[in-house]
Nanobody
Framework: QVQLVESGGGLVQAGGSLRLSCAASGRSFISYKMGWFRQTPGKDRESVATIRWGSSSTAYADSVKGRFTISRDNAKNTVYLQMNSLRPEDAAVYYC??????????????WGQGTQVTVSS
């Protein structure tokens, strides 16, 4: 059974940093794109960052470029999202997701349960 388990969310002051982790299990993700979405009440989920497990190619939403960094650790089968210079508008529930290459990122095959990030001004 595939599982994506997020951790690392919490409360941080504006300008601070958090690192989210997503522990993946249940299958090989070598042919998958992994990444993070976020969602606030009343809004659609927004793609934040992606990484191709095999090539480590990354992509970011314009709103987080230069502040967030996505990475992965093969040995731990874990994807990370390092979030620096956090702003109040970054507050959301962050979801880890995985999508088979060629399936499209808009509808990932797997989702984590989400972790709350709160940024105080």
């Amino acid at each position: 059974q595939v599982q994506l388990v997020e951790s690392g969310g919490g409360l941080v002051q504006a300008g601070g940093s958090l690192r989210l982790s997503c522990a993946a299990s249940g299958r090989s993700f070598i042919s998958y794109k992994m990444g993070w979405f976020r969602q606030t009440p009343g809004k659609d989920r927004e793609s934040v960052a992606t990484i191709r497990w095999g090539s480590s190619s990354t992509a970011y939403a314009d709103s987080v470029k230069g502040r967030f960094t996505i990475s992965r650790d093969n040995a731990k089968n874990t994807v990370y999202l390092q979030m620096n210079s956090l702003r109040p508008e970054d507050a959301a529930v962050y979801y880890c997701a995985a999508s088979a290459l060629g399936s499209g990122w808009s509808r990932p095959d797997y989702w984590g349960q989400g972790t709350q990030v709160t940024v105080s001004s």
